[in-house]
């Protein structure tokens, strides 16, 4: 008889340490899918980063199509301003700067969206420095051209 009884709490000794085992399954799989579906906060150095590609593809696709260069050599600033405008989002604020490779500035007017002081006032601002190298009309011309571009979250 005694013998029996060692079984039957070998036996029940046995089904807490399985019972242990599977609530701590079950606790770290809780653990993990609230873990996805919590909202982290976006970090500043992540969203500099991600404006600067949103900046960097902007531009190039201008400039694949042609339209960067015409903009800038014409010297359009209003189209440029509007063409900006259509390809970021309605949220993203820019300032556009052109300069000639001598660092003198070429733009007098203003290329910009947004009030000027939430560039100064933002944590994350992303500057993207893009450059040209001619008109694309005359290609013995170099006459290159500096483009700064920077982008906030308004």
């Keep these: 008889m005694e013998?029996?009884?060692?079984?039957k709490g070998q036996s029940k000794g046995q089904m807490r340490v399985v019972e242990v085992i599977l609530a701590s399954f079950i606790i770290v799989f809780?653990?993990?899918?609230?873990?996805?579906l919590a909202i982290a906060p976006q970090s500043p150095k992540y969203e500099a980063t991600e404006l600067?590609?949103?900046?960097?593809?902007v531009l190039y696709d201008l400039d694949k199509q042609g339209l960067l260069t015409r903009l800038v050599y014409e010297k359009d600033w209003l189209g440029l301003q509007r063409a900006l405008q259509v390809l970021l989002p309605i949220d993203v604020y820019f300032n556009l700067t052109i300069y000639y490779l001598d660092g003198t500035k070429i733009n007098n007017v203003?290329?910009?969206f947004g009030d000027p002081s939430i560039f100064a006032e933002s944590k994350n601002v992303a500057s993207i420095t893009y450059g040209l190298t001619g008109s694309g009309q005359n290609t013995a011309n170099y006459d290159p051209r500096i483009l700064i571009l920077q982008l906030t979250r308004g």
Excluded: D, T, V, W
């Design 30 to 36: 809780a653990l993990s899918f609230a873990n996805i």
């Design 110 to 112: 203003p290329i910009c």
């Design 3 to 7: 013998r029996n009884s060692i079984k």
């Design 52 to 57: 600067e590609k949103m900046g960097y593809n």
